[in-house]
């Protein structure tokens, strides 16, 4: 079986202060697919993406990359197939330059000095970065920034790719280079936003949550354009939608 595919059993979670973050979560998505996670605020979609690399454990149930679950034992290989990509970018970028933070996965993973930097000139030249490789990273704009910490994951070579809000903050023209990224991409995609017009544009599927469950899952342009589901759940109908599908 891949190791592209991402399945999750019966997912639950509860913070030590008691909260349940997930309740009884379950989901298979396979080698190639781009699935959108969306869900009002509390949902439980950040919860959910840090299971998917062990950065955290279930109260109960399990999350299977290819054929593995993830395990303590499994973890590191967890890691390797899935690549995070976090809300906010500073949490990636913490090293002096650009080329230094792209560098610093392959570097720990224990690569050779030489394909270390193959890694990092393949990886930036793909996010359309190369430019900046000697540029610190707390004087890129926003969208340099998020396309950037990208590049510290693609540097990895990863099978999955993770992202939580991946066009927060970013402007009209680094929103669309990012959507424009994201159709590049043949990994599979796990995507959890709140930008349901990206999600129109990127992803076929989509996953709704809503209390630490989901809701519905099935493809994109049939679910948001359903403005009572999306109502339900603290969403609403993306206007793209209205003009391909008016009422």
Do not use: W
Request: aromatic fraction near 2%; glycine fraction near 8%.
């Amino acid at each position: 079986m891949s190791h592209h595919i991402v399945e999750v059993r019966d997912l639950c979670h509860a913070y030590p202060d008691g909260t349940e973050a997930l309740k009884g979560v379950s989901f298979r998505i396979t080698h190639g697919q781009a699935v959108a996670l969306v869900g009002a605020n509390g949902a439980g979609k950040s919860t959910l993406l840090l299971h998917l690399n062990g950065c955290l454990k279930p109260t109960r149930g399990e999350v299977r990359i290819g054929d593995a679950p993830l395990t303590p034992e499994t973890t590191a290989a967890a890691r390797r197939a899935v690549g995070m990509v976090f809300q906010d970018p500073d949490d990636q970028l913490f090293m002096p330059t650009v080329a230094e933070d792209v560098a610093f996965g392959p570097l720990n993973a224990g690569l050779p000095q030489a394909e270390v930097q193959q890694r990092v000139t393949a990886a930036l030249e793909r996010v359309g970065m190369s430019h900046l490789k000697d540029r610190a990273p707390y004087k890129l704009s926003a969208g340099e920034k998020r396309a950037v910490s990208i590049a510290t994951v693609l540097a990895m070579s990863p099978d999955i790719l993770v992202m939580d809000e991946p066009s927060s903050n970013l402007d009209p023209r680094g929103r669309r280079r990012l959507i424009e990224m994201l159709h590049s991409f043949e990994h599979t995609r796990i995507i959890a936003t709140h930008d349901l017009e990206l999600v129109v544009e990127v992803c076929p599927q989509v996953i709704v949550m809503d209390g630490g469950k989901v809701m519905a899952e099935g493809p994109t342009a049939e679910l948001l354009d359903n403005e009572q589901l999306m109502l339900a759940h603290g969403l609403e109908r993306p206007h793209i939608l209205r003009h391909m599908h008016p009422h």
